[in-house]
């Protein structure tokens, strides 16, 4: 009886041996977290980029890409937020984080010297902290950290010059005056005037972003800027004015690009390889992308970089550049309160991680022997990256491997320097160091009573000034009655609008 006693209880403790194994393999299930971001044509946001999948094995981590392409994106965000159903980690623009910031877990306890100790490197530095803090001084989001400041360029065929002996530009007028020679002076030889002196990309929100920086050279923005302490809104300007009739004129001649609004990368693309195109705005790496287009014609196309026309008061600037905190792009990425504590403990180990050493390297060039090399200390891209066999640019072949991708990370300056060229180094060197990079306007955190004066004022300025500058620009819309917008805008509530973002300008200063 003792001998069947045991051999039941042995036949018992094989029985549950296999539930012992799988309630311990469960116990062991990676943690599952999701990411919504921006999934660009140039910079791929998916599940299987080799960046992604390579996180999950460093980190044990599951991860699971919800990518929105960036076609709306304003409206796709919206509909995320009044949906309600959030995933782990949501990525967007830091003021539209911000509208909704009780959605997202406050940061600033579980970003520490001990749980977080590289994510601690960055924020705990005072000035760093408060752009990503709401009015209240709460941490709400975690933004990517840049290594550099001139992120955008201008550049142009210095060949086209050259062939029709012009000098370069210094003004916004000889710009024109070269616009008009480039226009009437054939420089692609086929006997017709179908060259487009600006040509650029639909860009922004509103598509316009690589055409209205021409404003700035007459010291102001788009939209909010501060001016000796003073918070200002560009669009109501009367400098405004004097830029767009400037731009107007441009357009109208056929200087800039008349389908500047729905120009996408593959249709400015086919019009440089068409051979229309003197010049152009872009982020700095497209002065290569656009040069590698004839890496394989023999020509004489030279691309260079160029520095922005003086304005009439001898501003030559631009402020759409890089922050230390890229506030402005689809990067900062916000932790939902609602997740589980296991989520976010998940989500701040990823963050972390892409702000460490290791992860800086991963995130910025990939794995030693694929796709870099050391060499005497130094960084270099492989000839996957730099003669990719699929012919991809540099870039785009960095971010097909989800290098540089959406994921909010570290910026290596090696990074920026190793995969460009010679004269997008000189370039970006002279905006830097000669002062042709503006001051940008920061992004502001409002009090609840400030957020529903913008909610029910600013929304529809922001509308109707959208509309209307595209009409001025175009002509369809004349500028003789400029005065009369200004109007409606100021009828429409812009001084409440200024009054409120004045208060939080004058504590994100304190």
Known sequence: MKH?????????????????????????????????????ENMPFRNGLWTIDKLQEKLGIKIEIISAPTENLAEKYGLLIAGGDFPTIVQYKAKDLLLYKDAWTPLNDLINETDTPNLWKVYSDPDIRRKVSDADGIMRFIGQRTAITAGKLYFWRQDWLDKLGLETPKTTEDLYNVFKAIKEGDPNGNGQADEIPFAVRKNGSNNRGNVIPFINNWGIAETFFAEDGQVKFGATDPRMKEALEWLNRCYAEGLIDQEYLTRDKTSWYSAWTNNQVFMSYDWSAYIDNVANLFKDVESDINIVGAVPPEGPTGISETRDQLQPITVDEDWNAGIYDGATDEQKKAALKLLDYVYSDEGMILMNFGEEGTHFNVVDGDYKYSDL????????????????FGIQSMLTLLQDARYERAFVSDEVNRIRDIYEQEGHIGDAFPTLAFTEDEQDIINEKYTEIETYMNETIDKFIMGTESLDKFDDYVAQVESMGLADVLAVYQAAYDRYMK
């Open 4 to 40: 069947f006693s045991r051999l039941l209880a042995l036949l018992l403790a094989v029985c549950l041996l296999p539930l012992t194994f799988v309630e311990a393999a469960s116990a062991e299930e990676p943690v599952t977290i999701t990411i919504w971001g921006s999934d660009r």
């Open 385 to 400: 990256i730099m003669n990719n066999p699929d012919g991809l640019s540099p870039q785009d072949a960095l971010r097909s």
